[in-house]
């Protein structure tokens, strides 16, 4: 299994994204567990264990008790089952700890996505125990990803939160913005969260708005990825500038400027959707004289 590449053949390849473990990996029910040993996703916060071997990294493989796990479905051909330790917990003998959120995780993408994957359901499993409506205790749907209510009968299925990610582009230049809380020098594209009524395009353009005050148009859709930290999804796209002078919203932002393409500041990871847009967007500009 090779690590992360440093190119993707389109956003769908991206690190998070099902395509990159469909081949060996298949969803099920938690409750179609067919029992008897499996894999072991164990998960410690943002740190996936694993046994390190000659060949490289793998799930552990073992008995896991049902009362910690949460069967997930099928991985390589064997059940496949969550299991959260916590920072207290002991790693077991013969594992090694490996982040999931590194700019350059030591894993193979397939690990690495199924990693992200079971973060997301874990997530998800915590914020789902209870009923929105009366508060009582949840239990499984059978034979799907669904939680049930017994005593008011509502239903609840997993929530996945919508974003929109733009890069906006002038002849040379491109608009990036900075948390205070990334990495030093560390810039991005403009994102936010879909609110309610609006279609994704149109989240697009209001966060460009809100966010640095510029206004764009000719919009374009790129790709989108799934983030499990904890639940997005990203739906890039690039814009251009039709109009407006920078101005910082500085609740959520510390900087917002023109950066030319030939002098750019440090750059998200390669396996993100903010680095695909930008070097693929970036590449094209070259290609056609404008960089």
């Known amino acids: 299994m090779m690590l992360l590449p440093q190119q993707y053949e389109s956003p769908l390849h991206l690190p998070f994204n099902r395509a990159c473990l469909d081949e060996q990996f298949e969803l099920q029910a938690p409750g179609d567990d067919s029992g008897g040993e499996g894999y072991g996703l164990l998960l410690r916060g943002n740190k996936l264990l694993l046994a390190a071997t000659e060949q490289g990294v793998r799930l552990p493989l073992g008995e896991w008790p049902k009362q910690n796990a949460l069967h ?23 594992l090694q700890a490996f982040s999931l959120i590194n700019d350059e995780p030591h894993l193979p993408i397939d690990i690495l996505s199924l990693g992200g994957m079971a973060r997301m359901i874990l997530h998800w499993v915590k914020n789902s125990r209870f009923c929105g409506c009366c ?12 939680r049930y209510c017994p005593e008011c009968k509502a239903h609840y299925y997993p929530a996945i939160y919508p974003c ?27 994102a936010g969260f879909q609110e ?22 000719n919009l374009r859709y790129v790709g989108s990825q799934c983030w499990p930290f904890p639940s997005q999804l990203m739906a890039g796209f690039v814009a251009d500038y039709l109009g407006g002078e920078v101005e910082v919203e500085t609740a959520e932002l510390e900087d917002a400027r023109w950066f030319r393409v030939d ?10 959707i903010a680095r695909y847009i930008l070097d693929t967007a970036l590449d094209l500009d070259k290609n056609k004289g404008l960089g």
């Open 72 to 94: 997930l479905g099928s991985w390589q051909g064997r059940p496949c089952r969550l299991i959260e330790l916590t920072v207290e917990d002991k790693v077991p003998t013969g």
């Open 135 to 146: 508060g009582r205790s949840m239990t499984w749907l059978p034979s799907e990803w669904g």
């Open 164 to 190: 929109a990610i733009v890069l906006v582009r002038r002849p040379g230049e491109v608009l990036l913005v900075r948390k205070p809380i990334w990495a030093p020098n560390r810039y991005s594209l403009v």
């Open 196 to 217: 309610f009524g609006e279609s994704l395009e149109e989240t697009a353009v209001r966060e460009i708005k809100e966010e640095t005050g510029v206004r764009v148009h």
């Open 263 to 272: 002098d750019l500041p440090s750059l998200p990871p390669k396996r993100s």
